[in-house]
Nanobody
Framework: QAQLVESGGGLVQAGGSLRLSCAAS????????MGWFRQAPGKEREFVAA????????KFADSVKGRFTISKDNAKNTLYLQMDSLKPEDTANYYC????????????????????WGQGTQVTVSS
């Protein structure tokens, strides 16, 4: 069955950088739009970024636009999230998500349409 495994989380000071990875297995990676969500304690899971099947299109939440970059390597079945200029409000558990043949240009990636989730990786940004 499909499995998504995140890595790369940790503790970083404000202004620093982290790179998250998500290794996918058990699915045809190139047919899935991929995304990142995050969830802080006491808050709902929120959209962070998404990338189309081919990697040619991306979308970002306004709160991370200009600071985060999403990419995918279809040959390695791996999704990445480069996070720069981190802020304390970026502290959350970050989840990798896969949505089959979702057209991110026309449909917002929301939790209700995600087919597969990773287990999450914690990112903590200290002030």
């Amino acid at each position: 069955q499909a499995q998504l495994v995140e890595s790369g989380g940790g503790l970083v000071q404000a202004g620093g950088s982290l790179r998250l990875s998500c290794a996918a297995s058990g699915l045809t990676f190139s047919r899935y739009a991929m995304g990142w969500f995050r969830q802080a304690p006491g808050k709902e899971r929120e959209f962070v970024a998404a990338i189309s099947w081919s990697g040619g299109a991306t979308k970002f939440a306004d709160s991370v636009k200009g600071r985060f970059t999403i990419s995918k390597d279809n040959a390695k079945n791996t999704l990445y999230l480069q996070m720069d200029s981190l802020k304390p409000e970026d502290t959350a558990n970050y989840y990798c998500a896969a949505a089959y043949k979702l057209s991110i240009q026309t449909v917002t990636m929301s939790p209700s349409i995600v087919n597969y989730w990773g287990q999450g990786t914690q990112v903590t940004v200290s002030s």
